[in-house]
């Protein structure tokens, strides 16, 4: 959470996801004066208060826990968690950065906690194939938040189950936002008398000509017509319709059958070659390992089509984009839909906004708990409280009706650190979390980054447009550990033979690299991942979540800020 943000993106409505759970009817008639009925008795009983259960619940330790406010294990949050929700709880710090290392260990000796919050989505699979997990179906009666989510978000429900047909994995709906956003400096189109781009020849062209037509003014070539460093390479993998990276191999659909999308990697790697070759990108790239060179070269005003990673876009649009403008006066910028590739329109990836967060141990001594704990959480007003704090002491309502931040050094200090006791919250289901909602229109360049982030989004979630791949990453199956061994070895190959042909000229051509690569991924093994993939989209097409699904969420969430 940016607490520094004016307006608070991680807000949360009050009446979202309000829903209760119902308790059974009265059915003595009126005026008969009749005692209750064995069947009223009953129900009476059930509406009696649950006794308290104890609970075990994994918390990612970040370590962002002031002094002043405790540790992960007990907080003011921890307190109020236990004073005013239905179980004891125990919370279980584990170090984000080392997480399912330390998840491993607690699993091997038998005290892992009741309730697991992790994101890596492979260990999560490992889990389950190693059946040290509990199928949540018999616990949803304890969840009505979570059914009423469930019923909202069908999507969350297909990611959740797994092949036995068994529910064992809870999500939250986040706000579905581009991964990839490309960014041009329009003023230097002017001044090239440039045509924004609309094919992957014209792009080529353009940013050939922002690298070799000196758009600066400045009588030297030292500008960029792109930049291709890590996440931004990924962007143009999208531009041509294909989802690898350095985890995923890139999958396509054809006849009904999932074959590998050797064509569209052919033709992103000819486009990165001739990138290079041309000059256009950094020659040290590579080397660019979390794209902060690139950053720090478009900041001042050296690159003309920027490749954004998602997130952040507040921050950038107002404090960025003020950095730009303070190092060149006239810079303009805009957003640019990917263009037409000769094998297709594709739209940008979408950041997963169906996001699987948590399962129960298969070992948890008091599930009716776990479920009651859940319940409480996922209810609006408690994670009001937990991710923006006290009204009155740590926000107070804005114009908009949204929570807006009052001191945010306070805030961070006492609420910042809490965010991760709701990771399975679902913020996407309330507008106030959205990025728009993030500004305030009254200050004109908050209002500036509001209408380019409305352009994005007309822009990268254009309906007409093909989602590259058949499903979100974190929602591709996961191979058991014998296959994972072979799409590890084949993406080590085919990337140090990519990165061959994009710096070897003539020596090495994409289509060669392509042929050498199509022949390791034989001797590897790749026909195992061939079977394995087609046996889980022939088995799961219907119920598992893929693109289409995730698109099906984007326009239910547009509805929302219309």
């Not at 807000?11 to 009925?37: H, I, Q, Y």
């Not at 199928?135 to 092949?163: H, R, S, V, W």
């Not at 999958?251 to 569209?264: H, M, Q, S, T, Y």
């Not at 950095?323 to 303009?332: D, F, M, Q, Y």
Request: glycine letters at 8%.
């Amino acid at each position: 959470m940016n607490n520094k943000k004016l307006w608070l993106g991680m807000s949360v409505s009050l009446v979202a996801l309000g829903a209760t759970l119902a308790g059974c009817s009265n059915d003595k008639k009126e005026g008969t004066g009749a005692s209750p009925t064995s069947t009223q008795a009953a129900a009476t009983a059930s509406q009696k208060p649950a006794a308290r259960g104890d609970i075990t619940v994994s918390m990612y330790d970040r370590g962002a826990v002031p002094a002043a406010e405790g540790s992960y294990e007990e907080n003011r949050w921890t307190k109020w968690i236990n004073q005013n929700g239905p179980a004891n709880v125990k919370y279980i710090p584990i170090l984000r950065s080392d997480s399912t290392k330390k998840f491993n260990v607690l699993f091997a000796s038998g005290s892992a906690p009741d309730i697991i919050n992790e994101y890596n989505t492979p260990f999560r699979g490992s889990l389950y194939d190693q059946k040290q997990l509990l199928p949540i179906d018999n616990i949803l009666k304890f969840m009505p938040e979570y059914q009423k989510l469930l019923t909202q978000y069908p999507q969350l429900k297909k990611a959740g189950t797994k092949p036995d047909g068994k529910i064992y994995e809870i999500g939250k709906v986040k706000e579905a936002t581009p991964a990839h956003i490309l960014l041009i400096r329009t003023d230097w189109l002017k001044k090239l008398n440039l045509s924004m781009p609309t094919t992957t020849d014209e792009l080529l062209a353009v940013a050939n000509a922002f690298a070799n037509q000196d758009p600066d003014g400045n009588g030297k070539k030292d500008t960029y017509g792109m930049n291709m460093s890590t996440y931004s390479e990924q962007a143009i993998n999208e531009i041509f319709g294909e989802s690898s990276s350095s985890t995923l191999l890139a999958w396509d659909l054809k006849d009904g059958k999932v074959v590998r999308a050797w064509d569209k990697e052919l033709a992103s790697l000819s486009f990165k070659k001739k990138l290079y070759e041309g000059g256009i990108i950094d020659k040290d790239y590579i080397n660019d390992k979390d794209g902060a060179k690139a950053k720090q070269d478009f900041l001042n005003g050296k690159i003309g089509i920027y490749v954004k990673f998602s997130g952040g876009w507040y921050d950038f649009s107002i404090n960025d984009m003020a950095t730009l403008k303070k190092n060149v006066a006239t810079a303009e910028i805009a957003p640019l839909g990917y263009p037409k590739s000769p094998v297709g329109t594709f739209t940008g990836a979408i950041d997963n906004p169906v996001q699987m967060t948590t399962v129960i141990n298969a070992k948890a001594k008091d599930p009716e708990a776990v479920g009651r704990y859940l319940d409480f959480m996922m209810k609006p007003e408690t994670a009001s409280k937990i991710i923006n704090g006290e009204e009155g002491t740590h926000w107070k309502k804005g114009p908009n009706g949204c929570p807006q931040t009052i001191s945010p050094d306070k805030s961070k200090n006492e609420v910042g650190y809490a965010l991760d006791y709701e990771m399975f919250y679902s913020s996407g289901t309330d507008a106030c979390s959205f990025v728009l909602n993030q500004f305030n229109p009254g200050i004109p360049a908050e209002k500036a980054g509001m209408d380019m982030y409305r352009d994005v989004q007309k822009l990268y979630f254009d309906e007409k447009r093909e989602y590259p791949g058949i499903a979100l990453g974190d929602h591709m199956p996961v191979y058991p550990a014998d296959l994972q061994l072979i799409n590890t070895t084949i993406l080590k190959e085919k990337g140090d033979l990519f990165v061959k042909a994009i710096i070897s000229g003539d020596k090495y051509t994409a289509e060669q690299a392509i042929k050498d690569a199509q022949a390791a991924y034989d001797k590897a093994g790749g026909s195992k991942l061939d079977e394995f993939m087609n046996k889980w989209y022939a088995e799961n097409k219907d119920n598992a979540f893929l693109a289409k699904d995730a698109m099906a969420v984007v326009k239910s969430q547009m509805q929302l800020v219309k």
